[in-house]
């Protein structure tokens, strides 16, 4: 299994600031993700992240509110710019298994906007 | 776009009771995966059902995938206080399966009295 690191674990920003999450992987993946979870919600991607490509975003998720990058295989961060109350929320980072069918998950950053 | 539906939505059980938990799909899941959240805490992978009627155990933790595809069920035998947290079941986006990004469903808050 992947063993994923996130930094910071939590954070408190105020309004108006940005926030940097690294997202880092103890082997080389192709692909990384980036989710959000809301308070009391599910999980919703935010965008895939390829190494050596622009990051493809879903619906609803905007490049410059958050833009990522992937300079390597291992690694990968995800800024939360501008921030309002509506961004507080737990950040993860998620990358395919080497076994079919399985998906893990970093320990999440959690951030809330005063 | 595919929504999934979990129910319940909270679980109260006493230790040493069974329990299920149900995921039902808007359309075919062509992968099925569960997970269990803890508070402040990543995600933890439990199993990935693909074949209709596709049955996995692992520990006290069994899932299903009905045979046309569009439910699963998890279930739980003899609960222990261990096994507290949210559940999450999370689809295939995609038929292929090869770009492993997931829908999730709203999960369960379970919760096991000792």
């Known amino acids: 299994s992947a063993v994923i690191s996130q930094k910071p674990s939590r954070d408190i920003c105020q309004r108006g600031t940005s926030l940097t999450i690294q997202c880092q992987v103890d082997?080389?993946?192709?692909?990384m993700f980036w989710y959000r979870q809301q308070p009391g919600q599910s999980l919703t991607l935010i965008a895939t992240?390829?190494?050596?490509?622009?990051?493809?975003?879903e619906s609803g998720f905007v490049i410059d509110k958050f833009p990522i990058s992937r300079p390597n295989l291992t690694f990968s961060t995800l800024t939360v710019s501008n921030l309002s109350p509506e961004d507080s929320s737990i950040y993860l980072c998620s990358v395919l298994g080497q076994g079919v069918g399985t998906q893990y998950f970093g320990p999440g950053t959690r951030l809330l906007v005063l | 776009s595919q929504e999934l539906e979990q129910s319940p939505q909270s679980l109260i059980v006493q230790e040493g009771k069974n329990l299920t938990i149900n995921c039902t799909s808007s359309k075919t899941l062509y992968g099925l995966y569960w997970y269990k959240q803890k508070y402040g805490e990543g995600l933890i992978f439990l199993m990935m059902l693909q074949k209709g009627g596709e049955e996995k155990s692992h520990e006290k933790i069994t899932a299903k995938l009905d045979e046309k595809k569009q439910q699963s069920s998890l279930h739980i035998t003899a609960s222990q206080p261990s096994h507290a947290g949210i559940y999450l079941c999370g689809a295939d986006r995609f038929s292929s399966g090869s770009a492993r990004q997931l829908t999730f469903g709203s999960g369960t808050q379970l919760t096991v009295l000792p």
């Open positions: 082997s080389q993946v192709t692909m």
């Open positions: 992240a390829n190494q050596g490509s622009e990051a493809t975003y």
